[in-house]
């Protein structure tokens, strides 16, 4: 075994390297053995820090992305994904994108609160916000700190919009909020499915749910009437591409009526963390995955251009999207766009809050006269409109 290496079960990466942004870094002698330091374990347990950030929506104007709104409970994420584009963010913390980024997760357990402050702001205007736009909000240690539903708890107040990603099926924990959320149409859960092979999810996803419990969780979501669907990624070109359409398949007989896909992103530390993955894992396929990488960046691993760091061009990147529409119709997918009215929003201002409980507790009855004060309330104040709001899920 190489000195700086730390080979983890359970784990994605196999080490830790260097933070682009740090002078200092670990230099082991030459015949240090990581095992046994490791306490027993062959690896690092997974460590859980105080994250006191002030505000908890984060805010873009990338013009590929198609949200502008989303919110991350988590920094870094356990379920341990080699590709995971986000590896590089735990980098701005100290931190390192290998093995870091798995086992020191940044928990901000303020998130509930801060959300309700924020949406309660007369500056708030309604719109869609992304549930796990960077780390899977329903890693495995939300089961027990609950930090997503309670987040759930307080859209639901608010009837504001939300679209969630997730690879893990504890999603479907909170099937009582997403229905009540799916009432008022403000709600689209997608799960995140790289392929239905679950030796290969195994070392490369290795604590997501198995490929079997996201198509479960598709069809339990489907049945309790909550919009679902399925995003295929990363395509990996050379390793998974080929899977594209039995996804898709297995995911529209589950019940999914929405569909999208993004190809594997590299940028910074994964690059290296990606390539020395393959050479462990998938020696055989190694360069010819790179290769197709690279002819659809122009030569580079990743490039960053916006318009071009989802899909790539070229060839393969051509290919992989035909692929993908011609299966989508196939398996009876009709659309990959999703709207969301934004109508039916709770204006909960701290200066109204007793009026507008009031008005929200109105039996259902009422409903006409009820929407014809929200919207006469939602003028005045400006923060709200009757008009829909529609966006294109991230590829």
């Given at each position: ?164 990603v997730t690879k893990n099926r504890l999603v479907t924990r ?215 709001a529609s966006f294109s899920s991230p590829a």
């Amino acid at each position: 075994m190489q000195a700086e290496q730390l080979i983890s079960a359970h784990r994605g990466a196999a080490e830790n390297p260097p933070n682009r942004f740090e002078k200092i870094h670990l230099e082991p002698d030459e015949d240090w053995n990581p095992e046994a330091d490791a306490d027993g374990g062959p690896g690092p347990r997974t460590q859980f820090f105080k994250d006191h950030s002030q505000a908890v929506i984060a805010r873009n104007d990338s013009p590929d992305i198609g949200f502008q709104a989303s919110l991350n409970p988590y920094r870094g994420c356990e379920h341990g994904c080699i590709y995971c584009y986000a590896r590089p963010f735990h980098e701005y913390l100290g931190f390192s994108a290998g093995l870091d980024f798995e086992s020191k997760i940044m928990v901000k357990e303020d998130a509930p609160e801060l959300l309700r402050r924020e949406l309660s702001s007369p500056k708030w205007q309604p719109q869609v916000i992304f549930l796990s736009g960077v780390t899977d909000c329903y890693q495995p240690v939300e089961r027990k700190l609950k930090l997503t539903r309670r987040c759930l708890e307080v859209l639901a107040e608010f009837r504001n919009p939300v679209f969630i990603v997730t690879k893990n099926r504890l999603v479907t924990r909170d099937i009582d909020l997403l229905a009540e959320l799916a009432r008022h149409h403000a709600v689209s859960v997608w799960l995140s499915i790289t392929t239905l092979d679950s030796e290969l999810r195994n070392v490369m996803e290795p604590r997501t749910s198995p490929p079997a419990a996201r198509l479960a969780a598709i069809r339990e979501l489907a049945v309790a009437g909550i919009p679902v669907g399925v995003n295929v990624a990363p395509i990996i070109p050379g390793l998974t591409d080929h899977e594209t359409p039995a996804i898709l398949k297995a995911a529209a007989e589950a019940g999914a009526t929405s569909a999208g896909y993004t190809v594997v992103r590299l940028p910074h530390a994964v690059a290296p963390l990606f390539e020395k993955w393959l050479e462990t894992h998938f020696p055989d396929r190694k360069e010819k995955v790179l290769n197709r990488l690279r002819a659809m960046h122009g030569g580079k691993l990743y490039d960053s251009q916006w318009g071009k760091r989802f899909g790539g061009e070229g060839i393969f990147a051509e290919q992989i999207s035909q692929m993908f529409q011609v299966a989508r119709r196939k398996a009876g997918i009709s659309t990959t766009n999703l709207s969301f009215p934004r109508r039916h929003f709770v204006v909960r201002a701290a200066r109204s809050c007793r009026f507008f409980s009031a008005v929200a507790a109105l039996d259902e009855r009422h409903s006409a006269v009820t929407d014809r004060r929200y919207k006469s309330i939602h003028n005045h104040l400006r923060v709200a409109s009757s008009s829909a709001a529609s966006f294109s899920s991230p590829a």
